[in-house]
């Protein structure tokens, strides 16, 4: 099991606000949110919700020495300028940077030299940023409290957790299905079809928001067939997936683009296997497959339940 890097907290930074959109809807960096506020409890931190309605109000009158602001929207970076808070601002980029190019990059970039600091999720969101720009280094992976395991293993359906609980399966998750120039966004239908190639596969399939008139048709009978097989199992909803990992043999992450994932990261800190497109960057550990080459992605898969 890997520990987590999260930042330490000074002395002097002890009366501090974690400002971004929280869950719901659950996705990486709310997750994030909702974990490094948890962390920093015992020392009084609060939190900016982007999703109330009285944030700006909050963020108005409601005065801290020090914000981890998880965002980078120009409006939003603005506002913290005109507001005198740039300079007790340390901005986090989960991997945002890479949206901005050009004249907009350039207002970025200047609007960021008024701030406190930019702490990035990875060595290579370095290189976006100039040398007059104060840099640190911070993991965007918290690790779950393990002490409400039972109450978020309970809250799947029965079907699920006695699906869960027989081991020997893989999972795949996704916000929802989107297509893509080569198949879908995060690999649904790759990861369908590989149960076609491999036998004994079983799959736990989680969907955020699942809407069947989004699939394909050939999607739709794949997972209406494995499902009457009792080979596919699907949690819809949002939901934490790590209790999962506890049981699962392999984490599929077949994206055809990625940041740095929270499911990623979950699983490797609960010792399962991660097999993941080699579009980016990986953490060490990671299985990876020449993203497009079927049999290498069946190889990989195939070794790992072997």
């Known amino acids: 099991m890997k520990k987590s890097l999260v930042f330490n907290v000074s002395n002097n930074e002890r009366d501090i606000y974690i400002v971004g959109r929280f869950p719901p809807p659950l996705g990486g960096v709310s997750v994030y949110l909702q974990r490094r506020l948890a962390s920093l409890k015992d020392v009084g931190a609060d939190f900016i919700d982007f999703s109330s309605h009285s944030w700006l109000k909050k963020l108005v009158f409601e005065r801290r020495s020090h914000y981890e602001l998880n965002s980078m929207n120009l409006g939003i970076l603005f506002l913290f300028f005109i507001l005198g808070l740039s300079g007790r601002t340390t901005v986090i980029d989960h991997n945002a940077s890479r949206h901005y190019s050009g004249v907009k990059k350039k207002?970025?970039?200047?609007?960021?030299?008024?701030?406190?600091?930019?702490?990035?999720?990875?060595?290579?969101?370095?290189?976006?940023?100039?040398?007059?720009?104060?840099?640190?280094?911070?993991?965007?992976?918290?690790?779950?409290?393990?002490?409400?395991?039972?109450?978020?293993?309970?809250?799947?359906?029965d079907e699920v957790k006695e699906f869960v609980s027989s081991g020997g399966f893989v999972i795949n998750s996704a916000w929802r299905y989107i297509d893509s120039h080569d198949g879908d966004l995060y690999g649904i239908g790759e990861s369908l079809e590989l149960m076609d190639n491999i036998p004994n596969m079983r799959m736990l399939l989680a969907f955020a928001e699942y809407n069947v008139e989004e699939f394909p048709d050939h999607i739709t009978n794949l997972i209406q067939r494995y499902q009457s097989e009792r080979r596919l199992c699907l949690l819809v909803g949002q939901r934490e997936l790590w209790?999962?990992?506890?049981?699962?043999?392999?984490?599929?992450?077949?994206?055809?683009?990625?940041?740095?994932?929270?499911?990623?990261?979950?699983?490797?800190?609960?010792?399962?296997?991660?097999?993941?497109?080699?579009?980016?960057?990986?953490?060490?550990?990671?299985?990876?497959?020449?993203?497009?080459?079927?049999?290498?992605?069946?190889?990989?898969?195939?070794e790992v339940l072997e």
């Open 243 to 302: 209790p999962a990992f506890k049981y699962a043999d392999a984490f599929l992450r077949l994206t055809s683009t990625d940041g740095d994932s929270v499911g990623v990261r979950e699983a490797i800190y609960f010792d399962c296997v991660v097999v993941a497109s080699d579009v980016v960057v990986r953490p060490e550990n990671v299985k990876l497959y020449k993203y497009g080459c079927r049999q290498h992605l069946i190889d990989q898969v195939s």
């Open 107 to 157: 207002a970025f970039l200047m609007l960021l030299g008024y701030f406190k600091g930019v702490a990035v999720v990875s060595e290579r969101l370095k290189l976006t940023y100039p040398a007059s720009i104060k840099l640190s280094l911070v993991s965007p992976f918290i690790a779950p409290d393990e002490s409400t395991f039972d109450a978020t293993f309970n809250s799947y359906p």
